[in-house]
């Protein structure tokens, strides 16, 4: 039997960082726990495009390919503002994402209890939160056509295209209701059906999906403006929300920070079954690349790190593993060891991405 | 001397409730200060649907154009969900905001003291908020072209289209500017650049507005997705936001309801100067139509009597009166007087729509 295969993209900021404790725990995996991984490492973003002229190779976009999961640690920086649109370090992401057919962007906002204090919001109205975002990952005004900035008189428009297909929907719509089944069976989908044509074949299609396939979840449907309101007056309420690219961007990260854990959030991206039965699959933190931190240290390397352990959990079917590192990462938050982004306003000393890394292989 | 001309259309849901109050409070100006409006009534959303087949008449469209200023209550509610799109209550008041050409939207989230304890959010993150949202309000992918659902194979595909030429962004970055001039002198420009090529061209045209026309204003660039989470972090980083259509629509709807007065919050809606040198203007409350409540003198007539304020200021340059209903309504609050939103988890006895009004005019 071969060893699971796993592609690295550390990227730019802070990602490199992050990733170094991720090698820790795999190297702890190896050594302990006789557990192999055939890790290759690439470049994406800015740092792909120092090296390259391009924030993603066509080789690294192969190995992608070919490999049982990519782990990614973040791209962009503020030296690459003025780059032209084609060559941002965004596109080396979104290559990755349309060209693998990441259609479903799993999203936990989760409030980790020894961080409720940290919320902006009050602690009863997050102490406990778990809610799953189904953001669509592959299609919608991320990579509808036509697109781009034209002459038109004597002045310029700016164009992007939201479109959706029914198949598009359908498939993210069974991500998710599936994905409720597992959790507390309820499937709510944002759009704005009342504004958008595309929002009112969303709402249809996810509908009769729920009606055909899942009629035992429960559905309901909110338009998006009120969901941004519910995510942050109640965010309880929900179990799992199903979007589009767009509005499932802004919304998932809305959720994440109300959750006062945003240096802690984890995500999946994956895409139909391979050939050996798992999906494709791409898993990186919610949090960007965070330049003004970066090489110092300071970062969080918790959410790579939990994003290693979804990649356990979805791409290696070691779910006892995944929940064994979760574990170890409750208990060294519980003994009270915090990165600077965990402190409050009280202050306290914060150690450094490395402690924090041992700290995490230690309580293995 | 002509007196001024106010167009009020209460719509459907609460909206009747909640104007009713407005009009005691122009009764009162009236009767005590022998200031007369000339007050026409109209029917917009799903009440003009039920009488003439259509969300807005074109009489009650010519009526709008003619006026001073209009007062809108709210639209919308499920019995009108099934209806065809062309029709749906909301149609009425997207034909006002485009055929009026009311491109900047004012927004205010503002936290009220006596309500401060009420928000989601710690009461140290919201006390004393004060920010302003301008969204654009006439273009973008609420009226883009081409749009619909289309036959394409075998599916169907539902088409969107987000479009913005440079003098559309132009004309509301300057009504931003000019608002922050009044306030902080700090303008906040949300986009998705990283993405998007109308976003890039967005960020372009707000910059250059800027050096040449405002060099003295602060103005900074946001991705949406990022000006979502400091909303939600730490609202009171920003003064002015300005963005586009449907980032506004979502992120105005998030920061009102931040602020934990969403009951509170009115809105102005303000195009080009008419010939008298005021702009065209529609105003009205932040709220909707909440069909929940509709018909139990349960609504709370604060945001529609300060939207009423709004047009005190803007329209009728009737600023110091403006500022006199906003203490009346201030020192009702400080009084006690809640209405049954207003009330937390603690209870109390609520006052009616009814007796809310009353007590702002007696307090008047
Ligand atoms: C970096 C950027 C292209 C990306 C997006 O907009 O999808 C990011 O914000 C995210 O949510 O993963
Ligand atoms: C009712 C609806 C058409 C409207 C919008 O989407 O603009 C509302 O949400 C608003 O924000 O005024």
């Known amino acids: 039997m071969t060893n699971p295969s796993l592609l690295i993209l550390p990227g730019d900021g802070i990602g490199p960082e992050v990733m170094a404790e991720v090698r820790k725990i795999i190297a702890w995996y190896g050594d302990k726990r006789d557990v192999h991984f055939d890790v290759s490492e690439g470049l994406v973003g800015g740092c792909s495009y120092d090296v390259h002229g391009t924030p993603l190779t066509d080789e690294t976009m192969e190995l992608a390919q070919s490999v049982d999961a990519v782990l990614l640690g973040a791209v962009g920086g503020p ?3 003025n780059l032209d649109f084609s060559v941002k370090p965004e596109r080396g992401l979104l290559r990755l994402r349309k060209e693998m057919d990441l259609y479903a962007n799993l999203r936990p906002a989760q409030c980790f209890d020894a961080l409720a204090d940290f919320s902006s919001l009050k602690k ?4 406990g939160l778990d809610i799953m975002i189904v953001r669509e990952l592959t299609s919608g005004i991320y990579f509808g056509e036509p697109r781009g900035i034209f002459k038109e008189g004597n002045e310029r ?7 959706y297909t029914e198949s598009e929907i359908e498939r993210v719509a069974r991500s998710a209701f599936e994905l409720a089944r597992r959790r507390n069976n309820k499937v709510c989908s944002m759009e704005k059906a009342n504004v958008m044509e595309s929002g009112i074949l969303w709402r249809e299609v996810v509908q009769r999906v729920h009606d055909t396939e899942y009629p035992d979840v429960q559905l309901s449907h909110m338009y998006a403006d009120a969901g941004a309101m519910q995510l942050c007056r109640w965010p309880k309420q929900f179990d799992v929300i ?3 690219n767009l509005f499932g961007d802004l919304l998932s990260d809305a959720a994440a920070m109300l959750t006062g854990s945003l240096g802690m959030l ?8 391979m050939a050996n039965g798992r999906p494709k699959a791409m898993y990186e933190p919610v949090h960007g690349s965070a330049p003004d931190i970066a090489g110092q240290g300071k970062a969080n390397p918790i959410a790579c790190i939990l994003s290693f352990a979804m990649a356990l959990r979805y791409s290696f079917d070691m779910g ?7 574990a170890a990462i409750e208990k060294v938050l519980a003994d009270g060891a915090r990165t600077g982004d965990l402190l409050g306003p009280e202050g306290g000393s914060p150690i450094s991405t490395a402690q924090m890394g ?4 230690a309580a293995l």
Chains 1, 2 share one sequence.
Do not use: F, H, K
């Not at 984890?266 to 079954?273: E, N, Q, R, V, Y």
């Open 124 to 127: 009863d109205v997050v102490a």
């Open 242 to 244: 199903v979007t589009d």
């Open 266 to 273: 984890p995500s999946a991206s994956l895409g139909a079954p």
């Open 320 to 326: 006892d593993e995944a929940t064994r590192l979760e």
């Open 79 to 81: 030296q690459y503002d």
């Open 157 to 163: 428009v700016g164009i992007n295209t939201q479109r």
């Open 358 to 361: 041992d700290a995490i292989v």
